[in-house]
């Protein structure tokens, strides 16, 4: 998850910013090769691994006290996921068609930019919940050991 976060948030924080500098030709052709190089095995298993390995997050963790937050943290990144899906994959393809750059720059910049900016917050959302869900999860596991085990006021609260 903090990969996936940390990806949205440089693309927010560094690289889109440095492209709104660049001359039409120069956004297009770099965002273009960045969507090629991007579909890679690596990326891939970040990006769907966040996902799949909070789901089984959940799951383990669905009768736990501290469970709700790792499902907090599902369905934020689902969110991230599912607008990755609907909107700047779309997009991205929108991009390599053919075009003048300004024209496709038009098109592509301020929508793509906005709806990464929502998966930059959706997935350093997602890594606060299961940061969040760690902690406790953690008190309520040294509990157990320990003998103590009863209620999780930390994971209630």
């Known amino acids: 998850m903090g990969l996936s976060a940390g990806v949205f948030y440089i693309f927010a924080c560094a690289v889109m910013p440095a492209l709104a500098r660049s ?10 090769n960045i969507n090629t190089v991007i579909q890679n095995p690596v990326f891939l298993l970040g990006f769907m691994g966040a996902l799949l390995l909070t789901a089984l997050s959940a799951w383990q963790l669905r009768r736990t006290p501290c469970g709700r937050w790792v499902r907090a943290a599902l369905l934020a990144y689902a969110l991230v996921f599912l607008v990755t899906m609907a909107f ?49 999860y953690g008190r309520f596991g040294r509990a157990a050991r320990s003998g103590t085990v009863g209620t999780c006021p930390s994971c209630s609260g």
Request: charged share 20%.
């Open 88 to 136: 700047n994959i779309p997009l991205n393809n929108a991009l390599a068609a053919p075009g003048t750059p300004s024209a496709l720059r038009e098109r592509f910049e301020g929508p793509w930019v906005a709806w990464n900016a929502v998966r930059a917050v959706g997935s350093a959302l997602a890594l606060g919940l299961l940061t969040r869900t760690l902690l406790l």
């Open 23 to 32: 001359d039409d030709r120069t956004y297009v052709e770099v965002m273009r």
